[in-house]
């Protein structure tokens, strides 16, 4: 498919895709300059910098034009260019649309998907989403498809079982709450996938702050609880909640994945560059 036909589907795409989009873009651009890709040197075919000649440097890498203009010898150095495949899982289960802030658990890990994608292509990562129409690529189309993929409608909490490459990185956001999702995190371990999982959660879930007779209604709409003094749960509450965090990051650790937590009344950056730094784009 040449440019121009890559660029007519990425335009189709995403027409009629919501603003989260445009926003996503700002916010990559926003730590863009505050991060640093993966040049280094290596196989690959694009210039990167010129070096002092070092004794075990062949002499086809010499560049005679360079070393004529000084009177030392320098070497052409190229980029590695082996770029790296990230696809990402977003948790569409019901409990994901909670918010007590602005925005839902869903809508910010829409946001720092898209926006952490966004700054992936930049460096010259291939990115996708699990489950969406096409493969991942370096470009504004896979960009697109990711968009249009998390806004159509689905309600799956668990990544499908997709075969991934050995050495693949999967980016996964979720309250991991889901019965299953951490034996989950160890089946796609033991295929050699490299993983990051960023836990998100609402403030209010995380702090509790209900006093009073309360109502607590079940995101899927049934085991509703009625309490009379909902402060009286809160230790409780509070413990149990942390003890699940633990055991999230736990189960990374021994995978020898990475994991971390983003509050939805936290700005978003901090997040995003923490995450591009996991990956490797710190470089």
């Known amino acids: 498919m040449n440019f121009s036909a890559l ?13 989260l989009m445009v926003e ?4 990559a651009a926003s730590v863009s300059l505050g991060v640093h890709g993966r040049r280094r040197a290596g196989m690959g075919e694009s210039f990167w910098q010129f070096r002092r000649y070092a004794s075990h440097d062949s002499a086809a890498a010499i560049d005679w034009r360079q070393s ?14 082996a770029a790296q495949t990230v696809w990402f899982w977003r948790d569409a289960s019901p409990g994901m649309s909670f918010r007590s802030e602005a925005v839902s658990k869903r809508g910010r890990s829409d946001l720092l998907v898209l926006a952490l994608a966004s700054l992936l292509v930049r460096g010259g990562e291939r990115v996708g989403l699990l489950g969406m129409e096409g493969g991942p690529a370096a470009s504004r189309v896979a960009l697109t498809r990711i968009g249009r993929a998390l806004f159509a409608p689905a309600s799956e909490a668990l990544p499908p079982p997709l075969p991934l490459a050995r050495g693949s990185q999967l980016v996964w956001f979720s309250d991991f709450l889901e019965p299953g999702a951490l034996e989950a995190v160890d089946r796609l371990a033991r295929q050699g996938i490299q993983g990051h999982l960023v836990r998100v959660v609402d403030p209010a879930e995380e702090d509790f702050p209900y006093t009073g007779r309360t109502r607590f209604e079940s995101p899927r709409g049934d085991e509703d609880e009625i309490f009379g003094r909902a402060e009286r749960l809160r230790d409780t509450y509070r413990a149990r909640f942390a003890a699940h965090g633990e055991q999230v990051a736990s189960t990374a650790m021994k995978l020898g994945w990475s994991a971390t937590v983003h509050r939805t009344d936290h700005a978003p950056q901090g997040a995003l560059i923490a995450l591009h730094a996991a990956i490797g784009g710190g470089g």
Do not use: Y
């Not at 660029?7 to 603003?19: T, V, Y």
């Not at 996503?24 to 916010?27: F, G, T």
């Open 7 to 19: 660029q007519h589907e990425a335009d189709g795409l995403s027409a009629g895709l919501p603003p």
């Open 24 to 27: 996503a873009d700002h916010l």
């Open 68 to 81: 004529a203009r000084s009177r030392h010898i320098f070497v052409r150095e190229r980029e590695w260019e």
